[in-house]
């Protein structure tokens, strides 16, 4: 067997089995799973992510140490998987059963990881973020429904609906899922966001809007100013409505409405 063949932390053959999901009948088939650092090792794909805390940190190989990327940042004592990677990148050629992707960088994938892993409370929020991008209204309500729930039941620390609401992703420029909802056009998730978190006034919001979240039973919580949705800002310095405002067209009612405005009811 080849010195290439195996992954250098788990030693098993560098391959995955997956099940075909259009027929049961057929057993498991075995693909590539090859992903290749610079330094010539190979790793499963999961194999190396999980040593992202440590990798995200040193840009070495987890094998044989070489530097893998340069990083002018250095780290930060804060918080070190954001910082030490500025301006650097991993390259690898990673082979799967898609086919063979040459200059893939991996850092972003390694940062992620890493964070999630220091911030496990973060995962259901990153969650919630892919969602208002996706446009997913009942995904997002089932979530935090679930978060809910789980926040009276459990004894560790977790995000509370309301702090998940208005997470702000360290990994993605500080934006909220106001933020990426506007950015993605997803105007059923704007809606919802204010309906939860803002003090937009009731009337302020479509008939058909307010009919289908008291359908689902939606109820709106009593948001002080201080925790409006509208008012938090990326690290750029902008707000959801300063980001609207730069994309106009899709947003001109509500930008004239005065609804994307923070503190406005």
């Not at 999901?21 to 799973?33: A, K, L, M, N, Y």
């Not at 063979?100 to 911030?119: R, S, W």
């Not at 009337?203 to 058909?208: L, T, W």
């Not at 106009?248 to 509500?254: C, I, K, Q, R, S």
Request: charged residues 25%; aromatic residues 4%; contains cysteine.
């Amino acid at each position: 067997m080849a010195a290439t063949s195996i992954c250098k932390i788990c030693e098993d053959p560098l391959v995955v089995e997956v099940e075909d999901e259009d027929d049961e009948s057929i057993g498991p088939q075995t693909v590539p799973d090859d992903l290749e650092l610079g330094c010539g090792c190979h790793f499963h794909w999961q194999c190396l992510l999980d040593q992202s805390p440590d990798v995200a940190i040193s840009l070495k190989c987890p094998s044989c140490q070489l530097l893998l990327a340069e990083n002018s940042a250095g780290p930060s004592a804060t918080n070190p998987f954001l910082q030490s990677t500025s301006g650097a990148s991993i390259l690898t050629r990673y082979t799967n059963e898609g086919g063979i992707q040459e200059g893939l960088d991996i850092l972003p994938a390694i940062t992620e990881e890493a964070y999630l892993e220091a911030n496990p409370q973060a995962r259901p929020a990153r969650a919630f973020h892919v969602m208002c991008g996706e446009g997913d209204v009942d995904g997002i309500v089932d979530l935090l429904r679930d978060i809910d729930q789980d926040d009276k039941e459990r004894e560790e620390p977790v995000l509370s609906p309301a702090q998940l609401i208005r997470y702000q992703d360290p990994l993605a420029n500080m934006k909220s899922g106001l933020h990426l909802a506007i950015e993605q056009g997803r105007e059923e998730v704007v809606w919802l966001l204010l309906w939860i978190a803002s003090p937009l006034r009731t009337d302020a919001f479509p008939g058909p809007l307010r009919e289908i979240a008291q359908a689902m039973g939606l109820q709106r919580p009593d948001t002080p100013p201080s925790d409006d949705i509208r008012a938090l800002k990326d690290d750029r310095g902008r707000t959801a409505e300063a980001i609207a405002a730069e994309r106009e067209g899709p947003w001109a009612t509500l930008l004239q409405a005065g609804v994307l405005h923070p503190g406005s009811s």
